[in-house]
């Protein structure tokens, strides 16, 4: 079935309404049209396909008969998360009769092949247009996606601030730790072991419980996404992936970790290697 490109948004309470039809009285009546349905709509609306509905460009008004022949998975699309839209596709012909546009559109799509010069061609049908103008799909995408813009700075800012806090435990920790091997770094640094030895043991050892954290705090944030996308995904019935965790970032973490704890436990152990070992004795 040819689908018109022209996309019906038809709310169930709205300027447009959907319902089910009655069953067909006699065996000549010509067989109604078919249209596609959002997977949404057949949700709330309990539609099957075969199933025959009413559609109609205001509520409560007798319309036309049509024969839900597909329902159609949504898109992964962010400006549509919010705005429970509850779709669907009909022949050209058949909305344009139903809505009572004729050969009026609000919007229309542009196909363009790869090699296409895309600011020229807007910038001609801008020239000779009257009453529409020509954007990229790319702009479009961006003016609606404002809100989701704010949400990422928001959580960048979120993660700077917790970078800060988390390299400030982690060198408190080192410090800590460091402070309790008081002795045993006396009594190497009496044995003979050089201070570069024992700077080496303790930037190792930070490294290592900098890599085991941002190992568990990966498992946690993959773990975390997953409840998160599980929950958004079935509150606004969408397959859109409200938060990812992806290589690179996994990568940066775990790099920026290790970079931190190294320099916790530089931190952390040259401030000791620089007392003398009687005084670390407390002598």
Not at 142 to 153: A, I, P
Not at 260 to 282: E, H, K, Q, Y
Request: aromatic share 6%; hydrophobic share 50%.
């Amino acid at each position: 079935m040819l689908f018109a490109v022209l996309l019906a948004s038809l709310l169930i309470q709205g300027s447009s309404s959907v319902g089910r039809a009655p069953a067909p009285t006699t065996a000549v009546e010509r067989r109604p049209r078919t249209v596609a349905i959002d997977e949404a709509l057949a949700e709330r609306a309990h539609l099957r396909v075969g199933d025959r509905i009413s559609v109609s460009a205001r509520p409560g008004v007798s319309g036309d008969t049509v024969i839900v022949d597909a329902i159609v998975r949504r898109g992964a699309d962010p400006s549509e998360v919010a705005r429970g839209d509850l779709r669907v596709r009909m022949h050209l012909d058949q909305i344009q009769t139903i809505s009572g546009y004729g050969d009026r559109v609000d919007r229309f799509a542009i196909a363009t092949t790869p090699t296409a010069d895309i600011p020229r061609l807007i910038d001609r049908i801008n020239r000779i247009a009257f009453g529409f103008r020509a954007y990229r799909s790319r702009d479009i995408a961006v003016e609606t996606s404002r809100t989701f813009q704010v949400v990422s700075r928001f959580h960048r800012a979120i993660g700077i601030i917790t970078i800060v806090a988390s390299s400030v435990f982690l060198l408190c920790i080192m410090v800590l730790k460091v402070e309790e091997r008081r002795r045993d770094i006396a009594a190497l640094r009496l044995m003979g072991i050089s201070r570069a030895t024992v700077v080496r043991s303790i930037v190792i050892e930070a490294a290592l419980v900098a890599v085991l954290g941002s190992a568990l705090g990966v498992a946690l944030g993959w773990v975390a996404s997953l409840l998160v996308n599980w929950h958004y995904q079935a509150l606004y019935r969408t397959p859109l992936e409200f938060s990812i965790v992806t290589p690179p970032t996994v990568v940066f973490a775990v790099s920026l970790s290790l970079v931190l704890g190294v320099a916790a436990g530089v931190a952390a152990s040259l401030r000791l290697v620089r007392t003398p070992p009687l005084a670390l004795f407390g002598r």
